[in-house]
């Protein structure tokens, strides 16, 4: 084929689906056709894509077919019943959705760690991690390839867009109905004032923070938590690594933190730490606390990289650094991340 | 001695002298009389202790004179000037800044965990801990007590109030800037919203966090995360045990929380850390995330214990535990132990 591509967005009306259509209007233009697809809902809507007004169609085959790459960006339900459906057509899927990342037939791909994994994919499938992954891999991969990894303990600051437009949405609510009051000092005035409907989250998300992320695994485990241990050894390669997260809800619309220890096999100084995250593509070294430089969401929201800043090297062992690292959610850690998966699988579809 | 001693409290005004006087005025009554200080400024307001009004007394050594015990909750160098002009007159300094805990000759008390010390007092002072080892050390002293601690991974979720009256304004503030507003999603637009006046924060407090507390110390490290490894280490008596700590400031006004990462000698079951915990005195035990029971700071505030909840066991190590805590940063992290140790010190006073 040397045709442009046709490429079909379903989800495009989401949190991660509106940030994947800027990226389509701002990257090099490697497709033909783009269709955006959604639910019946939103059905008929007109949203704006490289400078054009598209229709949005409602899910269905019709409105896959003769597409050859789609980039899914709905729930994991909607993700578990369509991609196999899109696959089965012959399109290539590109999946957001927690629902394939660790099918051991479905590849895994940070194209900054391993680019070479996007073209094994037996069911037609490549999955792109959830964005906590997303924002610490490139930076902690890049540190693997020097050091060796031997342990992470991560703890995650992760913002309301996580949960997509409804999150958003929760949170802007109840900042406005604590803004002007006294609340926050006394037990449980923050749940009264903003009442039982907390949104996607097990508890307010104003002045606030929920030690909770997804559903309930295994041994008191959430999935956020479960998923960034096994997500972060299928992408590293290294399935005995031993990673530890505790995943943490904040006040941020957008953008997810994370406090990283990561030990290495070998010593480690900040000095080659330091020149191994400026030269790594993708990451931002913003690390001087002195001058104030250190990454924080509200400053990092709306760009493409992962920032790391705060690096450290334990004063107990010589072989240990901590990080603190920050990304948009919804750009590297979700819409970016797939946007270059499908673009390579683009390259690839039309090479001659 | 035989009467009831004389008590001052020395930053009656403060974030942490409101809550003192709270507790003074519920705690059991082991006082005689109670002077209020604090600095010239506020000199001559009346604040309530005990249900009566008492006048606000400017810090000087008159105001000192008689006194057997005095609170000091003001800033390091009020304390470093006054603690000991006011020991000098034997009067016992019970201390809650920065300044004396590691003093060799000055004990460092969590009256749960290392009572004892309190007595030994060279330089008649007794130091509390900060807000965030408060936060987490009786719960780890506990766990240390059965399976030997040998590791700490901590990470911080610090409310505005540990910077003080300041800092809540200045939260307070910044969230009434942002309600009702759009902002987010846009590199630096939290920024611009709340301008330059960050109060004592190094960034935006609201819509962020920040990974930075207290001051610059050696090689990237701020003082909160080399205290909070310096103080569990002296409280515990483990001079030797690893501690790895990242502090950040989140947008919630008052209750800090903590991701614990421990790793012991023994291994470790949750079954056992849950009875340890929930028989730990000054610890609650709120571990059921399927019935949505894990601290909060919006559900803590105000109580006095420490929250901890969260509790599991990694899987990759059996003898580690990752766990996460909740405490007001104000009571048992700051004001209700410095009036613990206080009341430990009159009863040695009235001993007959
Ligand atoms: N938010 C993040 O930070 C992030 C990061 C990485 C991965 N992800 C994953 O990306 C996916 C989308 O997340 P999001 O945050 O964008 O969620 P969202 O804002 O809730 O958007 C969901 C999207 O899915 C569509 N959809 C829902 N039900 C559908 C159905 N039955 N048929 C067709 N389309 C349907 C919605 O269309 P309507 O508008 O018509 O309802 C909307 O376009 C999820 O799997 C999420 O886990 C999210
Ligand atoms: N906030 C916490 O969570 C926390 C926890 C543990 C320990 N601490 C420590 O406790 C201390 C007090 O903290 P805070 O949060 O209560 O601070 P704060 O709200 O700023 O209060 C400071 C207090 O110190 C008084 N003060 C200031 N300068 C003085 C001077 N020159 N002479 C006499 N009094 C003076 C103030 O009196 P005026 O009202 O007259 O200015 C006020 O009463 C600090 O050392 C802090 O590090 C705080």
Not at 166 to 175: C, D, K, P
Not at 321 to 326: R, T
Request: some cysteine.
């Amino acid at each position: 084929m040397n045709r442009k591509p046709t490429l079909a967005v379903v989800g495009a009306t989401g949190a991660v689906g509106e940030v994947l259509l800027q990226m389509l209007s701002q990257h090099a233009d490697v497709w033909g056709e783009i269709r955006l697809i959604a639910s019946p809902r939103t059905a008929g809507h007109k949203l704006s894509v490289r400078g054009e007004d598209v229709e949005v169609l409602p899910l269905s085959e019709e409105a896959l077919e003769g597409a050859q790459v789609a980039l899914f960006a709905v729930p994991d339900a909607v993700a578990a019943q369509w991609a196999p459906i899109a696959a089965a057509k012959g399109v290539v899927v590109v999946d957001s959705s927690g629902v394939f990342r660790m099918d051991a037939d479905v590849p895994l791909v940070v194209p900054e760690v391993n680019p070479h994994a996007v073209r094994l994919r037996p069911r037609g499938i490549v999955a792109s991690p959830q964005c906590t992954t997303l924002a610490m891999i490139v930076a902690v991969g890049a540190l693997h390839a020097e050091f060796g990894l031997r342990e992470l303990v991560v703890s995650t600051y992760q913002a309301a867009s996580g949960e997509g437009r409804a999150g958003v949405e929760t949170l802007r609510r109840q900042t406005e109905l604590v803004a002007g009051t006294k609340l926050g000092t006394n037990p449980g005035d923050v749940r009264r004032a903003v009442g039982d409907d907390t949104g996607p989250f097990p508890g307010p998300v104003v002045l606030n923070v929920v030690p909770w992320a997804g559903e309930a695994g295994d041994d008191g485990w959430s999935s956020d938590e479960l998923r960034l241990r096994g997500e972060a050894r299928k992408i590293l390669d290294l399935p005995d690594v031993r990673v530890s997260a505790t995943c943490v809800r904040v006040p941020v619309v957008t953008g997810h933190s994370l406090s990283v220890h990561a030990a290495f096999e070998n010593e480690v100084t900040v000095a080659r730490a330091h020149e191994i995250l400026a030269t790594a593509p993708g990451v931002v070294l913003f690390d001087n606390p002195a001058a104030g430089d250190f990454p924080t969401p509200a400053d990092v929201v709306g760009t493409d990289p992962a920032w790391v800043g705060r690096v450290r090297r334990s004063l107990d062992d010589p072989c240990a650094l901590d990080l603190f690292l920050c990304a948009d959610n919804l750009r590297k850690g979700a819409a970016l991340n797939a946007a270059q998966i499908a673009e390579a699988v683009a390259a690839e579809l039309t090479a001659p």
